[in-house]
């Protein structure tokens, strides 16, 4: 059983930083790509950021490039996404998700293990 528990989420001035982190259970981590969804209200889900198994290959959603970065530790089990300059467009909920294949995806139906979520708020 894979689960996914991500935290760091929280309340955040417009131009603010924070960083989402995602602890995974299970020991085949490090096989797998990992990747980042956001849900605003009323708002389909979309995709935000994405690592390939080894961390060596990223991908970004037009919308956070150049602001967010993803990064994983494969020692901890855990993938991050560095906020910076937050605007209060990104406020959403944001999960993180795993694929069985090392490679990633940015669509949501390739995406096999999904997170609870984490809110994050960004005031003007």
């Known amino acids: 059983q894979v689960q996914l528990v991500e935290s760091g989420g929280g309340l955040v001035q417009a131009g603010g930083s924070l960083r989402l982190s995602c602890s995974a259970s299970?020991?085949?981590?490090?096989?797998?790509?990992m990747g980042w969804f956001r849900q605003a209200p009323g708002k389909e889900r979309e995709f935000v950021a994405s690592?390939?198994?080894?961390?060596?290959?990223?991908s970004y959603a037009d919308s956070v490039k150049g602001r967010f970065t993803i990064s994983r530790d494969n020692d901890k089990n855990t993938v991050y996404l560095q906020m910076n300059s937050l605007k209060p467009e990104d406020t959403a909920v944001y999960y993180c998700?795993?694929?069985?294949?090392?490679?990633?995806?940015?669509?949501?139906?390739?995406?096999?293990?999904w997170g609870q979520g984490t809110q994050v708020t960004v005031s003007s």
């Open positions: 998700a795993r694929r069985t294949r090392p490679s990633p995806s940015t669509l949501i139906q390739l995406y096999d293990y």
């Open positions: 299970g020991r085949t981590f490090s096989a797998y790509a």
């Open positions: 690592i390939n198994w080894s961390g060596g290959s990223t």
